[in-house]
């Protein structure tokens, strides 16, 4: 009994002993006083955790938004970032690194618009401006902050700190897990502001009968673009609006075909030498009853011409000009295939007095500068290797011009060009612009026109200076009802649809009056002063 008093007494101070204590976890006393103390530490803890928790949680969520930006795109290489050049060289490169130095999106997020979700809802050329253009992406904000500020402007200005002062975000909109900068935009309209010179206007208002007469067949022009209409002929490059898979098998099966027919001919070759080796055989059995018979006739009209007919192996051939021989051979090499159906076509219009269709060389009366070599073709069918195709087609909705004024008090007078369109190819509306002025100048026939304007029509046209081209403004579809979280919040701070807003437009208005007049006042003094305009091609 005694020896077994030591591991008793053991057992009994493991039993009776305090609990070990866990760091970080407040322990339950035995009194009730204690209780007490300890139910009110709990609950104070609770709360600090619960609201530092919140904190932390509202400053790195994740949301859609959608930035309104306005800038001169004259030191940039378009709008859309192309990761194999500088960040610097292009806006959504500098706009990107603008927004991480703001601490809105990660640096494992930056330089992958993948993992931002990055939608923009046009792009613009190289030297294009822009005062409407749509960003929409995933950043971290704070959601409180749209309670008192539901425009967003404190995140733009946050922004704005790390952008020069040719690029600038006008707001910074809540927007649902589904928006699409591209696909959520209905139409865009742009502007174009062209110098009243361009055109020969006699006076700065454009009042005169003779300006007047001008700027009419101006807005003719303008017009004739309204509609669903097919513009491969007014974009860069028509072949990258094409499916290149299907263009690449259609080349693949014609090759296909004319190495069939290769293989068919040359087994059908040995036939055809036979048949050629014993018709060669039957000539050459009658040649020397020809030749007797042609020496008796021969010998009882004149001996020396008898001699000459009887030494000659074959019969007289038709007498041909070589030197007239040899050049229809070398038209026949350069006219293979359409192109001889393409210059008959071109001569029997000419034949025809149709001035639209025949080659064109274009001369301005007023400045001889403004030439080019125009090239014209009507197909007469489809071109596999040049087809148009439904998305070569686009819709205008209006094309207006106004008035001829300066921009600023004393400046170059120019006529405001206003374009609105569901979407736009590259170049587009340079192409349009420069082909408007051309035909007012009288430098390109009307006729063409139409057949630039058609499926089968190829058409080379004069494309205008991007300088004085403007993004001004862009529509978006409702927000779509339903059972998300972010439905509501979305409709209070940003409303049915994305648009701006009053700070917005005060934010464009400012930056459209100091930034972006001044700019296009520059270009047009130096066009109304130097040839810049009527350089470009």
């Not at 080796?277 to 020396?304: F, I």
Request: proline letters at 5%; hydrophobic letters at 35%; a positive charge.
């Amino acid at each position: 009994m005694a020896a077994m008093l030591p591991h008793i007494k053991h057992a009994t101070s493991l039993l009776t002993t305090a609990p070990r204590r866990v760091p970080g976890v407040l322990q339950c006393p035995k009194s009730a006083l204690s209780r007490a103390r300890y139910a009110s530490q709990a609950a104070t803890a609770t709360a600090a955790d619960t609201d530092e928790v919140q904190q932390s949680a509202a400053k790195k969520v994740k949301r859609n938004v959608a930035l309104h930006i306005g800038y001169v795109g004259t030191e940039y290489s378009g709008l859309q970032a192309n990761r194999e050049l500088p960040e610097f060289t292009t806006v959504e490169g500098v706009l990107e690194k603008a927004i991480l130095d703001a601490g809105l999106i990660t640096s494992a997020n930056y330089g992958d618009f993948r993992k931002t979700k990055w939608t923009r809802s046009s792009r613009t050329d190289k030297g294009v401006h822009s005062l409407s253009t749509v960003i929409g992406l995933r950043i971290l904000i704070d959601d409180n902050c749209y309670v008192t500020d539901p425009e967003g402007i404190g995140y733009a200005h946050a922004i704005n700190q790390h952008l020069p002062a040719n690029i600038r975000v006008f707001c910074v909109q809540r927007t649902n897990k589904s928006f699409n900068a591209r696909t959520w935009c209905g139409n865009r309209t742009y502007e174009y502001y062209l110098p009243a010179s361009l055109l020969g206007l006699e006076t700065v208002d454009g009042s005169s009968a003779g300006d007047q007469s001008k700027l009419a067949l101006l807005r003719e022009v303008l017009q004739q673009y309204c509609g669903y209409r097919p513009y491969h002929n007014y974009c860069g490059n028509r072949g990258q609006y094409v499916d290149q898979k299907g263009k690449a098998a259609r080349r693949k099966a014609r090759r296909a075909a004319a190495q069939a027919a290769t293989a068919s001919g040359a087994a059908n070759q040995p036939a055809a030498d036979d048949v050629a080796g014993a018709t060669a055989t039957q000539q050459q059995c009658a040649q020397p009853n020809q030749q007797q018979q042609q020496g008796q006739v021969a010998r009882s009209s004149s001996s020396s011409h008898a001699r000459d007919l009887s030494g000659s192996q074959q019969p007289p051939a038709v007498s041909i000009n070589s030197s007239k021989a040899e050049a229809t051979s070398d038209t026949e090499v350069e006219m293979e295939g359409d192109d001889i159906q393409e210059r008959q076509q071109y001569a029997a219009a000419a034949a025809a007095g149709d001035g639209g269709i025949s080659g064109y060389l274009g001369e301005g009366p007023v400045a001889p500068e403004l030439q080019w070599q125009q090239q014209v073709a009507f197909l007469s069918a489809p071109d596999p290797d040049d087809p148009v195709v439904k998305s070569h087609y686009r819709m205008i909705r209006s094309f207006t011009a106004g008035e001829s004024g300066p921009l600023v008090e004393g400046g170059v007078p120019c006529i405001r060009l206003e374009v609105c369109g569901d979407s736009f190819m590259l170049h587009q509306i340079r192409h349009m612009v420069g082909t408007a002025v051309a035909i007012v100048r009288g430098v390109m026939p009307r006729e063409l026109l139409r057949v630039s304007l058609s499926a089968p029509g190829r058409v080379t046209l004069p494309r205008a200076p991007p300088h004085s081209l403007l993004l001004s403004g862009c529509t978006f579809s409702p927000f779509p009802a339903g059972w998300g979280l972010d439905t509501p919040l979305v409709a209070r701070w940003t409303g049915d649809r994305l648009r701006l807003r009053e700070k917005g437009q005060q934010g464009v208005a400012e930056f459209r009056a100091k930034v972006g007049i001044p700019v296009m006042c520059v270009f047009e003094f130096d066009v109304a002063c130097g040839t810049e305009y009527l350089d470009t091609r």
